[in-house]
């Protein structure tokens, strides 16, 4: 399972930004994907999770402000981030969890400046 991320950058607080990350195999109602971000200094953290097969959520910290989508016929997420705070920066991983194993993109870099 190879998974490519893309559409980090920088952007002034209040301001929004979309991630996408396309997954190179079919994936089943069993399968889990997910965002992540890890800020300097800081521990990897699960920002939100969409089982192929089932609902959303996300962590507090970015409830209301971050959506999460799949688009099963294009093997894609799609992380809509709004109302961006500088604590939102940091490098943003999306993750395989199914049957395969675990799987990660690279991280692509957002910046939300003050």
């Known amino acids: 399972v190879q998974l490519q991320a893309s559409g980090g950058g920088l952007v002034q607080s209040g301001g929004s930004l979309r991630l996408s990350c396309v997954v190179s195999?079919?994936?089943?109602?069993?399968?889990?994907m997910g965002w992540y971000r890890q800020a300097p200094g800081k521990q990897r953290e699960r920002v939100a999770r969409?089982?192929?097969?089932?609902?959303?959520n996300y962590a507090d910290s970015v409830k209301g402000r971050f959506t999460v989508s799949r688009d099963k016929a294009k093997n894609t997420v799609t992380l809509e981030m709004s109302n961006l705070k500088p604590e939102d920066s940091g490098l943003y991983y999306c993750?395989?969890?199914?049957?395969?194993?675990?799987?990660w993109g690279q991280g692509t870099l957002v910046t939300v400046s003050s």
């Open positions: 993750g395989y969890h199914g049957a395969r194993g675990i799987y």
């Open positions: 195999t079919r994936l089943f109602t069993s399968d889990e």
């Open positions: 969409i089982p192929w097969g089932g609902n959303t």
